[in-house]
């Protein structure tokens, strides 16, 4: 995962790939990122990724949300968002592409 904060929307990267290899890493990461305030992850560099990266994406969403914050995910790529749709849980995500 990419240690790049934009600071204007306080959104973190998420890293090129997110894959069940590399979920815990991630996950924690990014749960981090929220706890210190973060309000979204830009999905931009993912370029490798599986279903892991929805529960990831879902995890962060839901942390948000406990906090009483909004989670805001972008650049979802349209395979992940394909998969998203098929699994049920895309309008969990409020994903813009």
């Not at 090129?16 to 973060?38: D, N």
């Not at 990724?49 to 009483?68: E, P, Q, Y």
């Amino acid at each position: 995962m990419s240690e790049v904060l934009n600071p204007v929307a306080n959104r973190f990267e998420s890293g090129a790939t997110l894959t069940h290899e590399s979920a815990k890493a991630a996950l924690a990461a990014g749960l981090q990122r929220i706890a210190a305030g973060a309000g979204g992850v830009d999905c931009a560099p993912l370029a490798q990724f599986d279903s892991s990266a929805l529960a990831v994406l879902l995890a962060w969403v839901r942390a948000a949300a406990a906090r009483g914050a909004k989670f805001e995910i972008v650049n979802l790529p349209a395979g992940l968002a394909s998969l998203a749709q098929a699994y049920g849980v895309d309008t969990l995500l409020s994903a813009r592409h």
